[in-house]
């Protein structure tokens, strides 16, 4: 039976620091290294091994991905990353401290703009240092200047349904290494979670979560693998 697996990253430095991250690029620290190894050992050790992978266009996500397949010895799989399975877009408040800003605005405000199902963010100004206008990775892409989570889902399911869905329906096993809430929107939509409750969905770093496919429908409820 085909499965889809679905990877968070390891913890960035960022996630480390407790900073609102975003589109902004960080990297894996040492921790987000060991979980995203141990993450393909286990893949390995339970025998649910992929055959076809995608992935963001962030670094965080990207050594994820191979740290994985390299543990559960996969590397060698095809692979896509596509920027459609980028974080949520934090717009304003990309590399601001969490506890700072909350105690600047709020923790009631913090949580609207972190976890509310359709309330983006302040947007990121033009020209701010987190202004990713120049990064060629984003060549001809309409950069986003903030994002709500339902904004999130417009463009990660269109893909999902149009790239990854077609794969699983042919019966590969697919991973995906992405982001908490690029992978909360898939989520959403494969377990059908209401917009209020999935403001309650917390993805961890590093856990493979799977579901298993019939043609292109899950068939019962997702699991994490260490669970299996």
């Known amino acids: ?29 040492d921790k987000g290294v060991a979980e995203a190894s141990a993450a393909g050992a286990l893949l ?15 670094t965080r996500a990207i050594r994820t991905l191979h740290l994985a397949l390299e543990a559960a010895g996969r590397l060698w799989i095809p692979e896509v990353k596509d920027w459609r399975l ?44 987190f202004d990713l206008a120049a990064d060629p990775r984003y060549a001809g892409i309409a950069i986003p200047n903030t994002e709500s989570l339902k904004l999130t889902i417009e463009r990660v399911l269109p893909y999902w349904e149009s790239t990854i869905l077609p794969r699983l329906a042919s019966g590969e096993t697919v991973i995906i290494a992405a982001h908490g809430n690029s992978l909360r929107a898939l989520v959403k939509h494969l377990s059908g979670i209401s917009d209020a409750d999935i403001t309650d969905l917390e993805i961890p770093t ?10 292109t429908a899950p068939v019962g409820e997702r699991y994490y693998l260490k669970d299996a």
């Open 1 to 29: 039976m085909p499965k889809l697996i679905l990877v968070r990253h390891g913890q960035s430095q960022w996630n480390l620091e407790n900073r609102f991250t975003g589109w902004w690029d960080v990297d894996l620290t």
């Open 86 to 129: 980028n974080e949520r877009h934090y717009g304003g408040l990309t590399g601001l401290d969490k506890a700072e800003t909350a105690a600047r605005h709020g923790d009631e405000q913090v949580k609207i703009w972190r976890r509310s199902f359709d309330i983006p963010p302040p947007v990121l100004e033009a020209g701010s240092e």
């Open 44 to 58: 390995k050790d339970k025998g649910v091994l992929p055959t076809y992978a995608f992935t963001s266009l962030q």
């Open 206 to 215: 590093g856990q493979p979560i799977v579901y298993e496919f019939e043609g």
